[in-house]
């Protein structure tokens, strides 16, 4: 048997022989999720109502949540299920103790907690800001590369946050079927707007990027042993459809975070006034 050996290697944060931009996407990748974390969390905030963000948003008279111009609902992925805490069913059934939270912190943890688990961004994330390690053939600032053992087992809940993305994807299904109906009085009818189009291409991507994932790829048919009999033509296929949104995880995480924040912002600056949600088709 041979001995196995450790080719040498330059130690140290960054340290490494490679002669290549090795640092870009690294570098890239961490100002882009900054980016996206920094917005979601002071979107998130802003509808909350407690100390600096009371002078925002719902508390300040001015929801920011969904547009209901022309008499449309377009809601703003950020916040869907609405849960206004001390109104309707489900804000009914938040305690008055809690009534400072933002509709979004009831709901993020799904997102949040399924892009946070999700292999794609444990990689993107382990070399954008931890630097472990940064890119190939690149030293980390540990003396020990342990993997992802003791807390990051947690990790492996990743298989039940895709179980409740699944349901989510249903929610949004509905949010668009609601921004394509407008009420006004006792009329009511079809209505496309440009917000319309902007929450179904949301549902398009964040479809691609769920029904891609690789635990749900496992579940939907990579969990058998063979595809003969018992559904096995129907597995066969839906996997083989799963493998193909698979192939491009990456594209799909990073297209489908970006437009959920675009949406929002889209849904922002109308609510706000400085943009109109234009009307394409139908309405009042
Ligand atoms: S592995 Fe990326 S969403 Fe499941």
Redesign the pocket.
């Known amino acids: 048997m041979v001995d196995a050996k450790q080719l040498p290697m330059a130690r140290g944060l960054g340290k490494t022989d490679r002669i290549d931009a090795w640092w870009k996407s690294p570098i890239a990748m961490a100002t882009y999720l900054a980016v996206m974390i920094a917005y979601s969390t002071w979107r998130g905030f802003m509808e909350a109502d407690f100390w600096f963000f009371a002078e925002f948003g719902r508390s300040a008279g001015q929801q920011t949540m969904y547009i209901e111009s022309n008499a449309s609902h377009v809601l703003s992925p950020l916040f869907s299920p609405i849960i206004l805490p001390g109104e309707g069913k489900l804000g009914g059934l938040i305690p008055e103790f809690l009534y400072w939270m933002s509709p979004a912190m009831f709901i993020l943890i799904i997102p949040a907690g399924?892009?946070g688990?999700?292999?794609?961004?444990r990689k993107a994330y382990y070399r954008s800001f931890f630097a472990s390690p940064a890119a190939c053939a690149v030293s980390t600032p540990y003396d020990k590369y342990n993997g992802e053992t003791r807390l990051l087992v947690f990790q492996n809940i990743?298989r039940y946050f895709?179980y409740l993305?699944v349901a989510y994807m249903f929610i949004l299904l509905w949010d668009v079927w609601l921004a394509t109906q407008f009420h006004s009085g006792s009329e009511s009818g079809f209505i496309i707007s440009v917000g319309t189009l902007v929450l179904t291409l949301n549902v398009v991507l964040l479809g691609g990027?769920?029904l891609?994932?690789?635990?749900?790829r496992h579940m939907i048919g990579g969990i058998r042993n063979k595809f003969r009999g018992n559904g096995g033509a129907v597995a066969e296929a839906c996997w083989k459809a799963c493998t193909g949104l698979n192939k491009h995880?990456n594209k799909w995480?990073l297209y489908s975070l970006f437009w959920v924040m675009f949406a929002d912002f889209y849904i922002y600056m109308c609510t706000t006034g400085v943009w109109t949600d234009v009307v394409l088709l139908g309405g009042i």
């Open positions: 399924f892009r688990t999700c292999y794609y961004y990743h895709m993305a990027y769920t891609g994932c690789h635990s749900f995880h995480a």
